[in-house]
C-alpha cells in the first residue's frame, strides 16, 4: 500500500475530507466478547505496528490527563481517520485519582472511538506496569490496557534488562494465570534528557545499535523506545536553535536489531512535542492574560489592596515562555525513517491550557466551566488531527480495519 506524502498547506484540507468521509461511513472492528480472549491484546498491538512499518507512518501517541483530553484525543485521531495510541503517565495517574479511574476514562473515551485506538501505560515504574498488568474488567476477560511501557532508562544496561525482564515475565505468568492473552511491553534504550514525571534525566545518552540489539534480545521488548536527540518536557532547544534528529543513528538501529535478532522491532521516539512558541506565547502573553479581572487585580494592588507578593506570583504567567521542540514537519521525516510511534504529551496540555484561558479571557464572567472545557477539547482535537496527519498515520484506519477484521482480531 502506497501512502502519499504531505505538505504543510495541504494539511487542513486533507484533515477535513477525512473528517467529511469519516462522518459519512464509519467503518468498525470486531467487537471482543468478555469471554474472549484472542487476537485482543499483544497480538493487536503487534499487528498494528506491522501495518505502520508497510506504510512507513508512526502513530500518535498522546497523553491524556483527564477525561476533557481523553475526549480530545479521540474526537482528533476520528476526525483524521488515523490510528493511533491514548496513554496516561504515572503522573495522571496520581493526578486522577488512580489506575481504575484513569484506565476508565480511558476506555468510556475509545467507546466513541471510529478508529482503531491502543490504550497505553506510559512511563510506567515497575508498580505501575503490574498493577495495569492486573487491570482487568471485573467478571470479564477484557484488559484495560492493550501495552504497557516500562521506564528503566535511567539505571545502567543490566539493571534496565532485569527490570524489563521482570515485568515481562510477570505479564506472561499472569496472563496464563488468568486466560488472557498478555499485554505489548514497550521498554527504553539511551536515556531522554528532561523530565517526565518523577523521572529527571540531566543528560542524554544516544541509544547505541549493538546495545539495541542486546537489548531485544534479552528482554523481548515488543516495542523500543529511543535516544536520538529529542527530549522530555516543552523547552527542548535553547532559542534560535532547531532541534535535530540522528536519523542516521535510528537507521543503524533498526538494522542492526534486525540483523541480529532476525526481529523488525517497532521504533518508539519519546519527548516529541513541538512545544511550537507560538502556543506557549499565546498561553502565556499579555494578550491572554491582560483581560479585565486581571486589570483590576493589578489596579488593586497599586492602591495599595493587595500585597506585592501576591502580583509578583502573577509573574510566571505573564512571561512569555519559548517553546521550542521537534517541528512537526520532522514526524514526517522520522515516519519515512522508521519510527512508528511518536508520543506526544506537553503539546496536549499546552493546547488544551491556551484555549481555556482564550475563552475564560474573552469571557472574564463565565461561571460556567463547560464553555471552557468545550474550547480545550476542540483545540486538542484539532492538534491531534493535524500532528496525525504530519506523522503519515492520518486516513489509514478504514484500510487497517479491514485487515484486522479479515485476520479475525478483535477490539476491546
Request: glycine share 6%; proline share 4%; net charge positive.
Amino acid at each position: 500500500m502506497k501512502v502519499g506524502s504531505f505538505t504543510p498547506t495541504s494539511i487542513q484540507s486533507t484533515v477535513k475530507r477525512n473528517e467529511n468521509q469519516q462522518n459519512q461511513t464509519a467503518v468498525k472492528l470486531n467487537p471482543a466478547k468478555a469471554d474472549s480472549v484472542s487476537f485482543t491484546s499483544r497480538t493487536l498491538v503487534k499487528e498494528v505496528f506491522k501495518f505502520a512499518q508497510e506504510c512507513r507512518a508512526a502513530y500518535g501517541a498522546f497523553n491524556a490527563v483527564d477525561s476533557n483530553t481523553a475526549i480530545g484525543i479521540i474526537r482528533g485521531l476520528n476526525r483524521a481517520q488515523a490510528p493511533g495510541f491514548i496513554q496516561a503517565s504515572k503522573g495522571a495517574i496520581e493526578h486522577q485519582g488512580g489506575m481504575d479511574m484513569v484506565s476508565g476514562i480511558m476506555m468510556e473515551a475509545c467507546k466513541m472511538a471510529k478508529v482503531p485506538v491502543i490504550r497505553h501505560l506510559d512511563h510506567g515504574d515497575f508498580d505501575a506496569c503490574i498493577q495495569a498488568i492486573e487491570s482487568v474488567v471485573p467478571g470479564q476477560k477484557i484488559r484495560k490496557f492493550h501495552s504497557v511501557m516500562i521506564d528503566a532508562s535511567h539505571h545502567n544496561f543490566d539493571e534496565n534488562v532485569r527490570i524489563v525482564k521482570a515485568v515481562a515475565d510477570y505479564n506472561e505468568k499472569f496472563a496464563k494465570k488468568r486466560g488472557l492473552e498478555p499485554l505489548a511491553i514497550e521498554a527504553e534504550l539511551g536515556k531522554v534528557a528532561g523530565k517526565e514525571d518523577n523521572i529527571v534525566c540531566k543528560e542524554a545518552l544516544y541509544t547505541d545499535p549493538k546495545e539495541a540489539a542486546e537489548f531485544v534480545k534479552l528482554t523481548g521488548c515488543d516495542s523500543l523506545a529511543v535516544s536520538i536527540g529529542t527530549k522530555h518536557g516543552p523547552v527542548k532547544a535553547a532559542p534560535g536553535q532547531i532541534l535535530t534528529l540522528d536519523f542516521d543513528r535510528l537507521r543503524n538501529i533498526k538494522t542492526v536489531v534486525k540483523t541480529e535478532t532476525g526481529i523488525d522491532i517497532p521504533v518508539v521516539l519519546h519527548g516529541a512535542s513541538s512545544s511550537p512558541q507560538e502556543l506557549y506565547m499565546e498561553m502565556n502573553s499579555n494578550k491572554v492574560v491582560q483581560t479585565k479581572v486581571l486589570e483590576n487585580f493589578i489596579e488593586a494592588a497599586k492602591n495599595g489592596k493587595l500585597t506585592e507578593e501576591l502580583i509578583n506570583s502573577l509573574n510566571p504567567f505573564m512571561k512569555p515562555a519559548i517553546g521550542n521542540g521537534v517541528p512537526e514537519l520532522t514526524f514526517t521525516e522520522s515516519a519515512l525513517h522508521g519510527i512508528n510511534k511518536i508520543n506526544i504529551a506537553n503539546d496536549i496540555v499546552g493546547e488544551a491550557m491556551a484555549a481555556r484561558k482564550k475563552a475564560l479571557a474573552m469571557s472574564p464572567t463565565e461561571n460556567d466551566i463547560r464553555k471552557s472545557d468545550k474550547a480545550s477539547m476542540e483545540a486538542i482535537a484539532e492538534a491531534v488531527a493535524r500532528k496525525a496527519t504530519m506523522a503519515r498515520s492520518n486516513g489509514l484506519a478504514p484500510v487497517l480495519i479491514e485487515r484486522l477484521n479479515s485476520k479475525g482480531f478483535k477490539y476491546q
